[in-house]
T-cell receptor, first 117, second 119 residues
Framework: KAGVTQTPRYLIKTRGQQVTLSCSPI?????VSWYQQTPGQGLQFLFE???????NKGNFPGRFSGRQFSNSRSEMNVSTLELGDSALYLC????????????????FGSGTRLTVV | AQTVTQSQPEMSVQEAETVTLSCTYD???????LFWYKQPPSRQMILVIR??????QNATENRFSVNFQKAAKSFSLKISDSQLGDTAMYFC????????????????FGKGTKLSVIP
């Protein structure tokens, strides 16, 4: 069974540009969450999608957005990149129904390392 | 807001020995879940063990076990018979339901403990 796949693995962008990161969840998983990991702030929740709808959003500016497709694949977009957006972006998927707690936790991908120069 | 504190930024242990990683959290919720994740240099977060707050019994997974003290809001991880492959960052995480329509969930992570297993 394939795991959570994130592409690309590494990305270098220039300040002011925009970037799109992709996440393919485990087959059958309908919930996809995104996290930003930096040395200073640690792991911070960005947003969660379930059945193409954003269910929850963390405390990030509007430059951070995402979407989920009908096949549960998700993309996140960061516009007008800033140096502080340099981070490891992790995607996680889980199998849960509406309102049900994913008791076994999330399965994470290996992340996309974004460097803004 | 929930907070998760891991007070040990770095730890080391001799191979085959036992080590305990500490985690405390703050919440007003009664029903929640706690997790330990491991992040090796490959960057992938790997679930080590989970605990449901309403269960009294401490969770165990092979060499990994937890000491869950709900009243004290403490959730420590014990690794027995440490192996070189256990070298990684370990993150304690808390999850509560975020009630927004049909429900949505997020993990709150601690800052992590870097564990080094020494041969």
């Amino acid at each position: 069974k394939a795991g959570v796949t994130q592409t690309p693995r590494y990305l270098i962008k220039t300040r002011g540009q925009q970037v799109t990161l992709s996440c393919s969840p485990i087959s059958g998983h309908r919930s996809v969450s995104w996290y930003q990991q930096t040395p200073g702030q640690g792991l911070q929740f960005l947003f969660e999608y379930f059945s193409e709808t954003q269910r929850n959003k963390g405390n990030f500016p509007g430059r951070f957005s995402g979407r989920q497709f009908s096949n549960s694949r998700s993309e996140m977009n960061v516009s007008t990149l800033e140096l502080g957006d340099s981070a490891l972006y992790l995607c996680a998927s889980s199998l849960k129904g509406r309102g049900r707690l994913p008791t076994y936790g999330y399965t994470f991908g290996s992340g996309t390392r974004l460097t803004v120069v | 807001a929930q907070t998760v504190t891991q007070s040990q930024p770095e730890m080391s242990v001799q191979e085959a020995e036992t080590v305990t990683l500490s985690c405390t959290y703050d919440t007003s919720e009664n029903n929640y879940y706690l997790f330990w994740y491991k992040q090796p240099p490959s960057r992938q977060m790997i679930l080590v063990i989970r605990q449901e707050a309403y269960k009294q019994q401490n969770a165990t997974e092979n060499r990994f076990s937890v000491n869950f003290q709900k009243a004290a809001k403490s959730f420590s991880l014990k690794i027995s018979d440490s192996q070189l492959g256990d070298t990684a960052m370990y993150f304690c995480a808390f999850m509560k339901p975020f009630y927004s329509g049909a429900g949505s969930y997020q993990l709150t992570f601690g800052k992590g403990t870097k564990l080094s297993v020494i041969p």
